[in-house]
């Protein structure tokens, strides 16, 4: 009777050793990043029907991967001058195994620049504006994982949006309108998540 139940048990401590160790090799390599002032007509941002997509399926607590928020920022590569509206990131995330729909979402942080027109027409610019942060996502499926365990990551980030008042935003008044004019992109985190579990998270400055 004991040796009937033990097996079942084995069998499990085996499976769980086993989806460790995969989820511990996925990495993202050779990954660069870039800026622009426009949306490269092949890349995925959070649109609204990526962003319903998504819905449910935010960060909530680590995964068995790399634990967020542990280890020390990378060293990341962005394409000089890191300045514009959109962040593009593009490399490969490795290690993979079989997977149903993974998110891969890659969080920008930077300081923008931000212009302020009052109701005469008159132009000034923001003073010491806060950061902020844009997103961009793809989803990998099965069909996008090649047989050494490779899936690209080709994306940017959505188009910012102020979502402060125009004083906050650094204008002299909430009097005035406020817009966008690009930001200056300091680090990027990336993250792969599965039915809400961030199974890896990284985080690159620049």
């Not at 870039?34 to 949306?39: D, H, N, R, Y």
Request: proline residues 5%.
């Amino acid at each position: 009777m004991r040796r009937l139940i033990a097996t079942p048990i084995a069998i499990l401590l085996i499976f769980s050793v086993t989806t460790s160790i995969a989820l511990a090799g996925m990495r993202v390599n050779s990954i660069s990043f870039s800026a622009s002032v426009s949306l490269a007509s092949d890349a995925t941002s959070l649109a609204d029907e990526d962003a319903d997509r998504l819905d449910g399926q935010q960060p909530s607590n680590p995964g068995k991967g790399k634990k967020p928020g542990k280890g020390k920022p990378n060293q990341g590569s962005c394409a000089a001058p890191c300045t514009g509206l959109f962040l593009h990131a593009d490399g490969f995330l490795t290690g993979l195994g079989k997977v149903d729909e993974l998110t891969v979402i890659v969080e920008a942080t930077g300081i923008p620049v931000v212009k302020c027109v009052n109701k005469s027409g008159t132009v000034a610019y923001g003073h010491k504006p806060p950061k902020m942060k844009t997103k961009g996502l793809k989803f990998i499926g099965e069909t996008q994982v090649t047989k050494n365990g490779s899936a690209t990551i080709e994306l940017s980030t959505e188009q910012p949006v102020v979502s402060l008042s125009a004083s906050k935003m650094g204008c002299p008044s909430d009097y005035w309108t406020v817009s966008i004019v690009s930001i200056e992109f300091i680090s990027a985190k990336v993250m792969v998540i599965e039915d809400g579990e961030t199974l890896l998270q990284e985080i690159y400055t620049f």
